[in-house]
């Protein structure tokens, strides 16, 4: 089957940096997506990874290794707005998004 | 800015009731997408369209029926509402690429009792 595992939950202090990673099984491969999610909101798309290596998109970047089935959300400089869930996401043969189950970044002042 | 309007921000309804969740997006997209999102269980899938009048089920349809007779209105709709179609739901669209993101309205908090 297709599926992602990500942390259910990451901690760390305002002004760090933190990553939060994503492993993938899936039968093709067509990219991967980060969302953020602030609480009673909608997920909003953050990034998108087609190739490997590091996409950088002001303090949020985000790296794709396909040997690896892995891929990562660096978040730098935290701030207390980036207390949020993150959900990587891929696209299957349909280009419907297979989502993980979101990991719960908490900030520390 | 795209823009995924869904009718309502709250909804509560009585079991067995008929609900109908309406979704429209202003950009021209091809795909449209209904998810329900319960805690710890992240986005879950019900239907999807790619074309107006076309449908697909996604992972959890048991129990919902949808309508696209329009390319910009995606309409999910509960048949006969039973208490654990609590939850939230989540309309998206997008253009057909897989690079493409999925946009999102801000949801729609339905209540069952």
């Known amino acids: 089957g297709q599926s992602l595992e990500q942390p259910s939950e990451v901690t760390a202090v305002e002004g760090a940096i933190v990553q939060i990673n994503c492993t993938y099984q899936t039968s093709g491969f067509y990219g991967l997506s980060w969302y953020q999610q602030h609480d009673g909101g909608a997920p909003t798309f953050l990034s998108y990874n087609g190739l490997d290596g590091l996409e950088e998109t002001g303090r949020f970047s985000s790296f794709l290794s396909r040997s690896d089935s892995y891929g990562y959300l660096l978040l730098q400089e935290l701030q207390m707005k980036d207390s949020a869930s993150y959900f990587c996401?891929?696209?299957?043969?349909?280009?419907?998004?297979?989502w993980g189950a979101g990991t719960k970044l908490i900030i520390k002042p | 800015d795209v823009k995924v309007t869904q009718s309502s921000r709250y909804l509560v309804k009585r079991t067995g009731e008929k609900v109908f969740l309406e979704c429209v997006q202003d950009?021209?997209?091809?795909?449209m997408f209904w998810y329900r999102q319960d805690p710890g269980l992240g986005l879950r899938l019900i239907y999807f369209s790619y074309d107006v009048k076309m449908k697909e089920k996604g992972d959890i349809p048991e129990g919902y029926s949808v309508s696209r007779e329009k390319k910009e209105r995606f309409s999910l709709i509960l048949e006969s509402a039973s208490t654990n179609q609590t939850s939230m739901y989540l309309c998206?669209?997008?253009?057909?690429?897989?690079?493409?993101?999925?946009?999102f309205g801000d949801g729609t908090r339905l209540s069952i009792l």
């Open positions: 996401a891929v696209p299957d043969s349909n280009y419907q998004l297979i």
């Open positions: 998206a669209s997008s253009l057909s690429e897989p690079n493409q993101p999925q946009h």
């Open positions: 950009m021209d997209h091809e795909n």
